[in-house]
């Protein structure tokens, strides 16, 4: 039996939460590229989350993620991502936002060069958190760097709490089955605004990074029975393992709100082909979905997440995957800060200047 939006709601209602973003966030429709594409395209903009201008898809998940933090009495909150990790500098400032102190651990996927430190790095300098830089050792995945800092982590809150300290661990990307219940909430909260145009979702496109996410929009999609296609657009490279582990959270998060539905790997959709080179290497393609966005609508994404998925929007778009006048909405995970990172992560944006002497 599917669930009813209110009986979702009812029973995200009862978890911990702490309010810490500006909720509903806007949904617009672009006109241009609507025209442009022949569909119906709007766009649901979690990067207007808020707290400061860098908001983004985190802090929907931090709400869950610090209400439970809270309701077990954390001093110390740590967490994990790379160098210019969005959740990081997102998870800062919710700490600081509740008085908590954050720790957190950053794998070196970009170097870090003194005196040059830049984006969210420089807003976790400017937040006041400890950072650990985890370097790379010659020969080692990211993935055994992660593992490292994990490691790391872990001794230093167990010295901590062998102190008294009581201390709370997110993990990268906050996507768990706490956190990402926040995004079955943003699910619920974009289908009525859509309702409320008189529209349902054919189509709906995000980036993917750790599923938490996917799994929380596949977790309320799959209680209410929609036909939406959800498309996560990965931002990595990831083996087939990777519908497994998307699945699971949709049903932690599902188990979480007592509801028996359960989302299948068949269920979960992931486009691979928009992540190449690699994460946080740009990419041509994604450097054009970027411009194009900026030159046609004045909205930026960025070159780590939101320009590789929407390059996925407009290529289905352009191809026909996406049949004329379809509706499509695109979530718009944030991560704007990424444009002011390494040139390394930022990409070629090189465009005529006219110098006048
Ligand atoms: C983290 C992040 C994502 C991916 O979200 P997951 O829940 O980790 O899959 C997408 N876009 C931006 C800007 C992000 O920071």
Same mark, same amino acid.
């Given at each position: 039996m599917s669930e009813s939006v209110e009986s979702i709601r009812a029973?995200?209602?009862?978890?911990?939460?702490?309010?810490?973003?500006f909720y509903p966030t806007p949904l617009e429709r672009l006109n241009h590229l609507s025209e442009e594409l022949g569909i119906e395209l709007y766009m649901k903009r979690e990067d207007f989350s808020g707290r400061s201008l860098f908001g983004g898809n985190k802090i929907r998940k931090l709400e869950y993620l610090m209400g439970d933090a809270m309701a077990q009495g954390a001093e110390y909150v740590f967490t994990f991502g790379a160098t210019q990790s969005n959740h990081a500098m997102e998870t800062v400032t919710a700490c600081?936002?509740?008085?908590?102190?954050?720790?957190?651990?950053?794998?070196?996927? !970009?170097?870090? =060069? @003194?005196?040059?430190?830049?984006a969210n790095l420089l807003l976790d300098q400017i937040l006041g958190a400890e950072i650990h830089? *985890?370097?790379?050792?010659?020969?080692?995945?990211?993935?055994?760097?992660?593992?490292?800092?994990?490691?790391?982590?872990?001794?230093?809150?167990?010295?901590?709490?062998?102190?008294?300290?009581?201390?709370?661990?997110?993990?990268?990307?906050?996507?768990?089955? =706490?956190?990402? *219940?926040?995004?079955?909430?943003?699910?619920?909260?974009?289908?009525?605004?859509?309702?409320?145009?008189?529209?349902?979702?054919?189509?709906?496109?995000?980036?993917?990074?750790?599923?938490?996410?996917?799994?929380?929009?596949?977790?309320a999609k799959?209680?209410?029975?929609?036909?939406?296609?959800?498309?996560?657009?990965? !931002?990595?490279?990831?083996?087939?393992?990777?519908?497994?582990?998307?699945?699971?959270?949709?049903?932690? *998060?599902?188990?979480?709100?007592?509801?028996? @539905?359960?989302?299948?790997?068949?269920? *979960?959709?992931?486009?691979?082909?928009?992540?190449?080179?690699?994460? @946080?290497?740009p990419?041509?393609?994604?450097?054009?979905?970027?411009?194009?966005?900026?030159?046609?609508?004045?909205?930026?994404?960025?070159?780590?997440?939101?320009?590789?998925?929407?390059?996925a929007v407009l290529a289905y778009a352009v191809d026909g995957r996406i049949p004329k006048g379809s509706t499509v909405v695109f979530l718009h995970t944030g991560g704007a800060t990424a444009l002011f990172a390494e040139n390394e992560m930022v990409g070629d944006f090189s465009h005529p200047l006219i110098v006048e002497e």
């Open positions: 029973k995200i209602a009862e978890l911990p939460h702490c309010p810490l973003g600081r936002q509740l008085g908590l102190k954050p720790v957190i651990y950053l794998t070196e996927v !970009v170097p870090v =060069i @003194e005196g040059e430190i830049r830089i *985890v370097k790379m050792h010659p020969g080692e995945t990211e993935d055994d760097a992660d593992l490292r800092g994990i490691e790391m982590a872990r001794a230093q809150m167990a010295s901590l709490e062998a102190a008294g300290h009581k201390c709370y661990e997110i993990p990268a990307g906050g996507a768990n089955a =706490i956190g990402s *219940v926040g995004f079955a909430d943003s699910y619920l909260e974009l289908r009525d605004q859509m309702a409320a145009l008189g529209l349902t979702m054919d189509y709906l496109f995000h980036a993917t990074g750790t599923a938490g996410t996917m799994a929380g929009l596949n977790a799959k209680a209410l029975g929609d036909s939406t296609k959800i498309i996560s657009v990965n !931002v990595s490279e990831k083996t087939d393992a990777y519908l497994d582990l998307a699945a699971g959270l949709a049903n932690g *998060v599902l188990e979480r709100l007592g509801i028996e @539905e359960k989302v299948l790997r068949e269920d *979960v959709c992931r486009e691979g082909n928009f992540y190449q080179p690699g994460y @946080e290497i990419s041509d393609v994604a450097t054009q979905a970027i411009r194009h966005l900026a030159q046609t609508e004045g909205i930026l994404a960025d070159p780590v997440y939101s320009g590789k998925a929407f390059a």
